[in-house]
T-cell receptor, first 110, second 114 residues
Framework: RKEVEQDPGPFNVPEGATVAFNCTYS??????FFWYRQDCRKEPKLLMS???SGNEDGRFTAQLNRASQYISLLIRDSKLSDSATYLC???????????FGTGTRLKVLA | DGGITQSPKYLFRKEGQNVTLSCEQN?????MYWYRQDPGQGLRLIYY???????QKGDIAEGYSVSREKKESFPLTVTSAQKNPTAFYLC?????????????FGDGTRLSIL
């Protein structure tokens, strides 16, 4: 089983739609979680850290479910500019290692 | 503006040649990393450094070497021993390697074989 798993997609959604992605992780000792956005042939850019109580940044909401070992990203009112690949990253405090998922591709259609 | 600068953006390697990828950061971060990304795959860790004059192998260090003589700089050399070097190389930094701080990435170097 992969340490971090994501549905590769693509998720094709119309503008204005709400879309959600999940990311599952296998190490129960994982303590830090992040969502990154990566555009085609570009570097990953930090979208948001994921906190235990869940957190929101504008149209984006991140949630953590420790019992089921997954994190989620919800995007409301999708824009064409949200089209990208969304990477889930998991790390364990006190270690150097960040484990990257292979990403979920989102296409927002006009 | 603070950030991470990678150069060159594109690099071509001839058979048997060593090439060096530059990574410089002005974020005052202690930790720096090198990753490789192949199409359709997640990022794989090549080397990381927690502090100046110290670095450790990641998951795929064979055929690569690094140095960390200055806090700001973490160059990666792709040696002729790396038989499949064609990939997108990403340098990242974080405040520490504790894992609870996010990483920030440079804009990458695309390496191809001539």
């Amino acid at each position: 089983r992969k340490e971090v798993e994501q549905d590769p997609g693509p998720f094709n959604v119309p503008e204005g739609a709400t879309v959600a992605f999940n990311c599952t992780y296998s190490n129960s000792a994982s303590q830090s979680f992040f969502w990154y956005r990566q555009d085609c042939r570009k570097e990953p850019k930090l979208l948001m850290s994921v906190y235990s109580s869940g957190n929101e940044d504008g149209r984006f909401t991140a949630q953590l479910n420790r019992a089921s070992q997954y994190i989620s990203l919800l995007i409301r009112d999708s824009k064409l500019s949200d089209s990208a690949t969304y990477l889930c990253v998991v790390s364990t405090s006190g270690t150097y290692k960040y484990i990257f998922g292979t990403g979920t591709r989102l296409k927002v259609l006009a | 503006d603070g950030g991470i600068t990678q150069s060159p953006k594109y690099l071509f390697r001839k058979e048997g040649q060593n090439v060096t990828l530059s990574c410089e950061q002005n974020l005052n971060h202690d930790a720096m990393y090198w990753y490789r990304q192949d199409p359709g795959q997640g990022l794989r860790l090549i080397y990381y450094s927690q502090i100046v004059n110290d670095f450790q192998k990641g998951d795929i260090a064979e055929g690569y070497s690094v140095s960390r003589e200055k806090k700001e700089s973490f160059p990666l050399t792709v040696t002729s021993a790396q038989k499949n070097p064609t990939a997108f190389y990403l340098c990242a930094s974080s405040i520490t390697t504790g894992g609870n701080q996010p990483q920030h990435f440079g804009d990458g170097t695309r390496l191809s074989i001539l």
